[in-house]
């Protein structure tokens, strides 16, 4: 079955940086669109960035624009996020998550996504 293992979250200071990755089985990585999403306590689940499936073509939300940076590698079935200048607001649980649509376009809102990872926290000190 298809399985998403985000690893990487932690505790950093604001300005700090921290790189989750998104490790993917059971599907061939290459053919599908992947997304970042966070979603913090009390709060709706938010759209993050999201690559299409040859990594050609990339979207963020407008709170991380200029400071994260989605990427893959599909020699690895891997996909990453960089975030840099981290602010308290980022804090949030992180959930890679991939289409099911083979070459479909990438997508913003997460019922277009049908597999999810466990997430992982990301804590952003003040």
């Known amino acids: 079955q298809v399985q998403l293992v985000e690893s990487g979250g932690g505790l950093v200071q604001a300005g700090g940086s921290l790189r989750l990755s998104c490790a993917a089985s059971?599907?061939?990585?290459?053919?599908?669109?992947m997304g970042w999403f966070r979603q913090a306590p009390g709060k709706e689940r938010e759209f993050v960035a999201a690559?299409?499936?040859?990594?050609?073509?990339?979207s963020y939300g407008d709170s991380v624009k200029g400071r994260f940076t989605i990427s893959r590698d599909n020699a690895k079935n891997t996909m990453y996020l960089q975030m840099n200048s981290l602010k308290p607001e980022d804090t949030a649980v992180y959930y890679c998550?991939?289409?099911?649509?083979?070459?479909?376009?990438?997508?913003?809102?997460?019922?277009?996504?049908?597999?999810w990872g466990q997430g992982t926290q990301v804590t952003v000190s003040s």
């Open positions: 690559i299409s499936w040859s990594g050609g073509r990339i």
């Open positions: 059971g599907l061939t990585f290459s053919k599908y669109p």
């Open positions: 998550a991939a289409r099911s649509i083979v070459y479909s376009g990438r997508s913003s809102m997460p019922r277009d996504y049908d597999y």
